[in-house]
């Protein structure tokens, strides 16, 4: 079978849907649908379930997608040591990354990397801690940039380094002076917390009942460019590391507090990658890259204070 339809298949597994398949591959619904059923007209079994919600896979479409995916892994392998031999890196480099990172972290990291290496391409997610996790361990993508929480046996957390969550407000807020401080104190203010975090949103809402301290959610949002301009007016305490508020914290709009007497002050943010499916060369020299300027960022911000 055709590393093309391969993809064709194993995109429509992984959304349960053809018209969903279609729009991320960028062509036509009728040219996915038809390549499905040649590949069960080859096999001869069906390998998904037509449901009125969309495709489910059959334990025989399970098995053909393990066998897809194992022979995309090795496809792309092929086409990274035949570009090697011309003495350059090709292929595709998979990511997914917290949300906070595309602000400017991942950007920058893709334009240094595109720079030396303009033959590779990028696909890139944003995605909650589980998510990534999740993808990782299936195959999806090739590395995940998250923090060091519980995650699946076949991946492997490396490159990590010092990466805590901080209490960001503005520079005129009454906490911006403090040295550290903890979750009780920041639920004295409006709270600006981000959905899809599990489990850190779960983390800081059990230590806040720990303390019998709610505090009063302002506002919820999954957009890091909606909380960001109500952090530097005062409005309300967020939680996110220095890297997602590098520019802002520079430029003195936005205080970073470290949080005391919280696990959340104790993270490190690393890369995550598979335990045993080996990576092409440009997964590996982005992956050594992403570790270099995780390290770097890390000793820059030991060297000075965050306040």
């Known amino acids: 079978m055709h590393a093309a339809v ?3 298949f194993v995109a429509v597994a992984r959304v349960g849907s053809i018209r969903k398949a279609s729009e991320e591959l960028h062509v036509a619904s009728s040219a996915v649908s038809r390549q499905i059923q040649k590949i069960e007209d080859e096999l001869g079994t069906l390998l998904f379930e037509r449901l009125p919600n969309g495709l489910r896979l059959t334990q025989a479409g399970v098995v053909t997608l393990r066998h897809a995916k194992a022979t995309l892994h090795d496809f792309d392998l092929l086409r990274s ?24 972290f991942l950007p920058e990291q893709i334009i240094e990397f595109h720079r030396h290496h303009p033959a590779v391409n990028f696909r890139v997610h944003s995605g909650v801690q589980s998510r990534i996790a999740t993808m990782v361990a299936e195959g ?6 998250t923090f060091n929480l519980p995650h699946p046996e076949d991946t492997e957390f490396i490159a990590d380094v010092p990466m805590p969550l901080m209490a960001m407000v503005a520079a005129n807020h009454p906490l911006a002076g403090l ?7 920041c639920a004295q203010y409006n709270l600006l917390l981000q959905m899809d975090t599990e489990p850190l949103r779960s983390l800081i809402e059990i230590e806040l009942s720990s303390l ?24 309300g305490v967020a939680f ?19 949080l005391k007497g919280s696990r959340l002050g104790g993270l490190r943010l690393g890369l995550l990658v598979p335990r045993r499916r080996q990576l092409t060369q440009a997964a590996e020299a982005m992956a050594e890259q992403l570790g270099r300027t995780l390290s770097h960022l890390s000793q820059a911000w030991k060297g000075s204070a965050v306040r």
Do not use: H, W
């Open 6 to 8: 391969l993809r064709y």
């Open 81 to 104: 040591e035949l570009g090697a031999l011309k003495g350059k890196k090709t292929g595709l480099v998979t990511i997914a990354a917290l949300d906070s990172l595309f602000v400017r």
């Open 140 to 145: 999806e993508i090739d590395i995940g940039i």
């Open 179 to 185: 040295a550290s401080v903890s979750l009780s104190e």
């Open 212 to 235: 019998e301290r709610t505090g009063r959610a302002l506002v919820t949002s999954n957009n890091l460019m909606l909380l960001r301009p109500m952090i530097e007016a005062g409005v």
């Open 240 to 258: 996110y590391t220095p890297l997602g508020m590098a520019d802002e914290i520079k430029a003195g709009t936005i205080v970073g507090v470290p």
